[in-house]
C-alpha cells in the first residue's frame, strides 16, 4: 500500500493558499456508517409498515394466460395481490429515454412477459415472510414462447420480437461521420479490422434497490423513501402514477448503499406509491437478492464493437470506423443514451483525426439495462485501447511508444476533437510517465521476462484512458433532435444562522461519494471556516433546488461550482452588510475568516457575529431594499453547455476530462486459464482533489470494479434464455483477494473551467481497469500468438485458448 | 407453526422475544431487536454484510435461525462503540483511513476485522485478506479497509506498550 | 428470500434427533451448520415441515484418536477441525482441504458432517475423505450402520444416507509415517476464480512411500468432474509398486478420462474440466509424492 506520492492534487491552482481543500481530512459521512448509525432505506420505520414480494416470471418470453390470486389473497396476513393488467389500468408506462412510443414498460407485466425474473404480481402482506407464502400460492398460466437472446439475431430478427408493436427489436440505429473517414482511411498505410466484445455486467451495489412509500390523505402527498440515484425521478414516477408534481416527497436523506448509476428502481417505485395509498398503509418494497439480479432491471452494457482503424506505418493512428451493437435487455430505460455519451470523448487522449460511429441499440429477452458508471465509457475505452494494442502488434511496435506517439501533447489545450469536444486540460505524457515511474515500469518488464523465461505466462497492461466529467444532456439530442434539452445544472442553498452557522442544504442522496464532505469543504474554503462545523443537509424533493443527481463524474464539479457561488453570494451580502454599517465602499474592505474590517483601518472593522446579528435582528442596519435573514441560493449550469450540436452533430458534450494511465502486471496459469493481478500502479489525474481520501477510493474502488467487469463478472444467460447468474454464487464480484496492491500517484493538471480546477473522479478507476486487464492478458498471451477480445476473461475461455485453440 | 420464547445477550443486553422457527437471525436482529446497524446484503452467505460475532466468533447471521441463537451472546457493529455511542478504537480508525465508502458492507468488515484484532494486534497483509475475504466491498477495492484494520492494529499495539 | 414455516425441533441428544426425523417421516431435515441448508431454506428449495437442529448435541462434537482412527463428530465445526493438532498432524489432507473451504465466518459455523451429507459435488471435504478412504456412521431408530464414503456418494447432494438417518461421525483410517520408514504425502489443488469459492475442479492425493521411495498406496480424487467426487482407480494401481516421478505420473494420467464424466455450466465446459482435471491431478500428485520423499 504506498500512499500517494508526487503532487497531492493539490490545485496550488488558481494562485491559492489552499487551507481545507486537497486537504486529508477525515471523511464526516464516516461517522454515522462506522457506528451501525446510517439510515439506509431499509433502517427506515414507519408504524404498520407492510412489505412487498413480487413473484418473478419462469420464462424469457411467455403469454401470460390468466393470473390466479385467490388463493394468495385469502392468505391470513395478506393485504393485496396486484397483477400487471390491474396495474396498468392505473398508471402510464414509464417514460422512456427515446420516444418509442410501442415499447411500454409497465412495473408488472401485461399480457406477456419479455425476460425471465420479470415481475407479474406483487403481494402485501404483514411480513416479508408471509409476502413470500402468497406468492407461492399465485397461480399463473404461461404460453412459453420462442425467446430473442442473441443481439445480431435479434438486429436483424423480424419475427421474434420483443415488443411487436415497435415492428423490430432495434431500438436506435445512428450514423455519426466526424471528419474525412474515406479519405484518412485512403492516405493511411495501413489498416486493421478487430472485433471486441464487453460482457454484460454492472455495478451491484451490495445493498439492492429498496424503497418505502406512505400516502397521506389529509395533505394528499406521497412520501417516498428509496435508495435512488436518478435525474428525474420524481417527474417520472409523477408522470407513471398522473400524479401532480407537487404531490411527490422523496427524502433524500437516506443513504444509498452503493449505487455507480444503478440505483434507479422506477418501476419499483411506482408499485410501492401506487400500494401505499390504495391500501391507505406504509409499503415497502425490497427487493432480495435474486430478485434483484434477474428483475432489478439493473443490467449494464452488452456490447459488440467492429473496429476498424486506419493508421500510418509509424503508428500514427489516423481515423477509426466503429460499429457498437448494444443489448438494452427488454426494456430501455435510458440505456440506449450509453451509446452517445461515449461521443464526448470518441477518440480517447489521441490525436485521431476522424471517426465514423454506427450506434445500434437493441431489444432482446434479457433484464432491462440501466445506466452504469461511466455511461458507456468503459466499453468504448476498452475498444479504443484494443486498437491502440492491436496497432502495435501489427506494426511490431512498443506500445508505449505507439501511446506515446499519438497522445495529445500537453501545449494543445484546450483541444477540439473531431466530434466538438474542447477537451479542458491535460498531461497525459507526465501523468503516464509518472504511472511507468511508480511502476518501475523496467523492473516490471524485466519481472516479466524472467516468469516467461521460466515458462510462465506474465503479462504487462497498458491503458490510457479519459474520464468525461460533468455530465451534460446533449447527448439526447445526438439520438433524438426533439430532445432540445440543453440545461444540465446543480443547485444548493446555504444558510447562516443567527448564531452565524452555516448549513448547506444539497438537493439529492449520495450513495458513498462523500458528497457531504465535499460540499462543507468547498463552503469552509471559500468563506474561511472549518468545514467540520458546517452542517450540511439532504433536502427532500419538495424543498430542493434543481438537481441532475450524481451522475456523470459530476458532483465535485457541478456541487462544487454550485457551493462556490452560494458562498460568493454569502460573502457579497456580508460585504454589502458590512459596506453599509462601516461607511466604506466595498473595494476597501476586505473578507477575513468572517470578519470585515477595512483595508486601510483594521480596526474598524464588523464581526460575523454582527454580520449576523444585522442580517436577521436590525432591520434599520441592513442596507436598504435589501431582504432580511443570512442565505443564498445558487445554480449552477454545466460549464460549456447549453448549445445545440452544429450542422455536422459536433457538440461539446462533457466538460472535463480527467485522465488515468494504468499499469497493472499479471500472470496466468497455462494450465487452468487462471489470471492472478500481482501488481497495479495508475496514475491518475483529475486536477484539483477536494479530498484525497474520498479521491483515491473512488479510484481504486472503481478500478477494483474494472478488475470485476475483466476477468469474473457476467450476467449468463443460456440458450433458451435462462438467467444463469441471479446469485452471488454464480455472479462474481472481487474479493480482498482477487484485488492486488494498488499503488496509486496523483497528478493536477486543473480544470480552467471549475471553481477550484476540480474535475471528476468516481468512474476513472473502472473506464480503464478492464482496459488494462485485457492489454496485460493479451500481452501474456502474446508469446503463444493469441489475443481474447471478450470480456469477462473468465478462465475457462482463456485455457481453452491456450489449451484447444478456441475460446 | 408456534412461536418459540427466545432469551439471549446483544452487545451486553438481554433480550426476550417470541419467534417463528424459521425467521433469521440477522431479520431478528433488524427487525425485533432494532439494530439496523447488520446489514443485508444477498441473504444466501456470501458477501458478509450481514456477520456478527457470535459467542465471540464471526458468523454470517443469514445463516443462522434466530431460535439458534437462545442462550447465546452476540455482538453487532453497535455493540463495537464506546458507551457513549461515539466511534470505538476500531471503527474510528476506519474513519480515519475512509475504509469505506457508501457504508453498506462497513459493519460486516468491523465485524471481521475485530475478530482478527482480538487474537491479533499484529496482522501481515495476508492475515488481513484472510480474515476478510468473506466480506465483498464494491466501493472501495479494500485497499483502504486493510490500511485502516493495520491503522487499528498499530493503534492497538502502541496501546498495549 | 425468506424461508416457508416449518416446525423447529431442538434435539438434545442423538435419540431426539432420530426420534424427530422418524416422526418426520421423510419431510423432516437436519440443520447442523446450516451453511448450505439456510440459503436453501430462503431460497424455498428447501420447504422441509420439521428442521432438526443437533447444535446442541455434546455427542456430536469433537475430534478423537481411537485404536489407528482419527474419528471426527459429526458436527465438529469446519474451524476447530482445521485448528486441531490432531487433525493437521495425523490427517494432513483433510486440513489441507478444509483450509479452501469457504471464508472464516463459514467454517466457524460449517460443520464437517453438513459438508459430507450435503454432498455438493465440488465441495472441498467430500473429496478429502473420499481420498482419506473414511467411512461415516448413519443412525436411525433402527440402529446404527456404517458406510464406506466410497458408497456414500449417489450424486449431486444425494447421499446413502437416509431420510431418518443422522451422520453421527467420520472415520479417518489414520496412515502415519510407519517405523519402517514408510512416509505419507498429501495434496490439495483445486481451481476457482475466485478465493473461497467452490472449486470448479478439485484434486486430492494422498500418496504413500516406503523407505526406498517406492509406492505402497495411492489415492487420487478428483472432484467437479461428476456428478459425485470421483477416486481414480486404475491409475492409483498403475502408481502402487512404482518410483513415482514426473513422466510416471504423466504416463498414467490418461487413466483419468474414463473415470470421469463432467458437465458444462457457465463456469465451466466439460472439455475444461477434463483438461484441467489432468493438469491439477498431475500437480496434486507430484507434490504428495514430494513431500513424502524420503
Known sequence: MTAATGDAGNAGAMGRNLHYVAQKRRVREDRRFVTGTGKFVQDVTLPDTRHAAVLPSPYPRARILSVDTAAAEALDGVHMVLTGQQMAADCNPIRLGLKLPEVKWYPLAVDMTRYAGEWVAIVVADTAYIAEDALALIQVEYEPLAPVIDPEQAFAETDLLVHPGHGSNVLYHGHFLWGDVDGDFAAADDSLSFRARWGRSSTVPIETFGALARWDAGTEILDIWASIQMPNFVELLASTLGYPLNNIRLHQDVDVGGSYGVKRGIKQSVLVAYLARKLRMPVRLIEDRLVNMAGGDAHGPDRIFDTDVAFTNDGIIKSLKIRALDDAGAYPGRAPFQLAKPISAIVGPYTINSVKYEAISVATNKTGQVPVRGFGQAPTNYMIEMAVDAVARHLDLDRLEVRRRNLIPSDAFPYRIPSGSDYDSGDYHTVLQKGLDLARYDELLQRRDKARAEGRLAGIGIATCLEPGGGNNIFEYLMDPTAEITTFMEACEVKVDPQGRITGMMGTTTSGQGHETLFATILGEELEFDPDEIRIVHADSLSALPTRSPVASRMAIMLGGAATGAAGKIKDRAMAIAAFNLDRPAADLEYSGGTISDRNDPSRKLTWAEICFIAYRAYHKLPPGMEPGFHAQFVFQVPGGGQLPDARNRVQIYPCFSFQAHIPYVEIDPGTGKVSVLDYAIAHDCGTVINPDIVRGMVIGGLAHGIGAALYEKFAYDGEGQFLSASFADYLMPSVHEIPDVKDVEHCTPSPLTSHGQKGSGEGGYLGAPAAIASAVNDALHPLGLTILELPMRMHKIEALINDGSG | ?161 | MKAAKFDYVLAESIEQAVAALAAGNGDAIIIAGGQSLMPMLAMRLATPATVVDINNIAQLSGIEAIGGEVVIKACTRQATALASPLVQMRLPLLAKAISHVGHQQTRNRGTVGGSLSHADPASEIPLAALAMDARVSLRSVAGTREVALADFFLGPMMTARADNEILLKVHFPEEPDGPDGSRMGTAFHEVSERHGDFAVVAAAAQIQLDANGRCIKAALALGGVNGVPRRIPALEARLRGTRIDPDAVRAVLPEIADAITPGDDQHASAAYRRRVAGVLAERALLEAVAEAAP
Not at chain 2, 422457527?21 to 444466501?44: N, Y
Not at chain 2, 501481515?124 to 465483498?136: P, R, Y
Open chain 2, 1 to 161: 407453526m408456534s412461536q418459540r420464547e427466545i432469551n439471549l445477550s446483544i452487545n451486553g443486553k438481554t433480550y426476550a422475544a417470541a419467534v417463528e422457527p424459521r425467521l433469521s437471525l440477522l431479520d431478528f436482529l433488524r427487525d425485533h431487536a432494532g439494530l439496523t446497524g447488520t446489514h443485508v446484503g444477498c441473504e444466501h452467505g456470501v458477501c458478509g454484510a450481514c456477520s456478527i460475532l457470535f459467542d465471540g466468533v464471526p458468523i454470517r447471521s443469514c445463516l443462522m435461525l434466530a431460535v439458534q441463537a437462545d442462550g447465546h451472546a452476540i455482538t453487532t457493529v453497535e455493540g463495537l462503540c464506546n458507551e457513549d455511542g461515539a466511534p470505538g478504537p476500531l471503527q474510528d480508525a476506519f474513519q480515519e483511513a475512509h475504509g469505506l465508502q457508501c457504508g453498506y458492507c462497513t459493519p460486516g468488515m468491523l465485524i471481521s476485522a475485530q475478530a482478527l484484532l482480538a487474537g491479533n494486534s499484529d496482522p501481515s497483509i495476508a492475515e488481513i485478506k484472510d480474515a476478510i475475504g468473506g466480506n465483498l466491498c464494491r466501493c472501495t477495492g479494500y485497499v483502504q479497509i486493510i490500511e485502516a484494520i493495520q491503522l487499528a492494529a498499530s493503534r492497538l499495539r502502541e496501546a498495549g506498550q
